[in-house]
């Protein structure tokens, strides 16, 4: 399908994932036309797959989000398909958008990549300095090596290839799995049910580790605006503040006033916490977006919740 639409084709792979989602329903306020890729179109492990299914766009740019993506369990149980999958399509998704001239393309790193023994904030030069946390160490290198793929194009092929680094993500049409989710919608599933079943709500772990997560909406803001006004080559991280690093209990508590959910919790700490701080640097996005205001945390998890209540059991889980 060749598309006629008089504003420049923006193709999404990863479309029908958290961020994707976000990127639909904000769509409306940019004069772009998105096409979102999901792996029916294309198994983008596959380079025939990608090439074809790319060709049937005329697009100017890429937002590259597909990625096999999993919780702290999940990557640590997977590592050999966490590292194949993510170098795979990764290699495939810039080979295509080198062939067919794409303009410029945002790929999506994580700061649970960064080296595990490193000096505290995070930023972003910090990203090869060190092995990965063992826990997810498969995810990590493949996603490691997007930034250096996307340098080589840029520096063989002076292409605009560039990668954002958001923390953890969060917000309406995440994986709620209680296996395979990342750690606020597994505790949404999970408190939902103990509210349901009137059960005790247990949690992994001690609550102690801290971490700053952005809501997928900011994030889906920030993807457009890389695309559209960063131009610099090097990777920029996207999260708020220091200040805005809070701890999972802290998270916990917030998901309880959500549901207003008034039984027992309890902590399972024969599950590892994973590392317990992971305080990443902000300054470079202020610097570039001293006027970008980020969604209160707690307005972000109000809404999820209520996006979680509307849509269970209908949503991925
Ligand atoms: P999701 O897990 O919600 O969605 C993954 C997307 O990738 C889906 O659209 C999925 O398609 C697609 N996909 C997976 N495998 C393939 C494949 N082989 N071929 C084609 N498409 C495929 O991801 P998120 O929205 O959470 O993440 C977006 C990006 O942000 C990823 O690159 C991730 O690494 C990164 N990130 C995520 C964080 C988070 O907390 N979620 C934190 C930091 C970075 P389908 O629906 O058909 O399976």
């Not at 420049?8 to 961020?19: A, D, F, H, K, R």
């Not at 993500?169 to 408190?191: A, Q």
């Not at 999972?248 to 902590?267: L, T």
Request: hydrophobic share 35%.
């Amino acid at each position: 399908m060749n598309c006629h639409s008089i504003y420049p084709t923006v193709l999404v792979t990863g479309g029908s994932g958290l961020v994707g989602q976000a990127l639909q329903s904000l769509q409306k306020n940019y004069y772009f036309h998105f096409v979102y890729l999901n792996s029916q179109d294309a198994d983008l492990r596959s380079y025939e797959e990608t090439l074809t299914c790319f060709q049937k766009y005329n697009a100017e740019f890429v937002i590259h989000l597909a990625a096999k993506v999993g919780g702290l369990y999940q990557n640590r149980k997977n590592q050999v398909e966490m590292l194949d999958d993510n170098l795979l399509i990764n290699q495939n998704v810039l080979k295509v958008c080198h062939y067919l001239g794409i303009r410029k393309v945002v790929c999506c790193l994580s700061t649970c990549i960064f080296p595990d023994s490193i000096e505290y904030p995070i930023n972003e030069s910090k990203l090869h300095l060190g092995p990965p946390h063992h826990s997810n160490f498969g995810y990590s290198y493949a996603k490691r090596m997007l930034e250096v793929q996307c340098r080589a194009y840029q520096e063989n092929f002076g292409r605009d290839y560039i990668c954002v680094i958001p923390t953890n993500i969060y917000g309406e049409n995440d994986n709620f799995s209680l296996e395979k989710g990342h750690v606020i919608p597994s505790l949404i599933h999970r408190c939902y049910l103990s509210q349901k079943k009137k059960i005790p709500w247990v949690i992994k772990g001690t609550g102690k580790a801290r971490r700053q997560f952005i809501y997928a909406r900011d994030l889906a803001r920030l993807l457009i605006w890389s695309l559209e006004g960063y131009r610099d080559r090097e990777p920029i991280i996207m999260c708020g503040g220091q200040d805005t690093e809070i701890s999972i209990r802290e998270v916990v508590d917030k998901i309880r006033e959500s549901f207003k959910f008034e039984g027992e919790i309890k902590w399972d700490a024969s599950f590892p916490d994973g590392q317990i701080l992971k305080t990443v640097d902000n300054s470079k996005l202020v610097e570039h977006m001293p006027q970008f205001k980020f969604t209160p945390f707690s307005e972000g998890i109000e809404k999820t919740v209520q996006w979680f209540r509307d849509n269970y059991p209908k949503c991925r889980l």
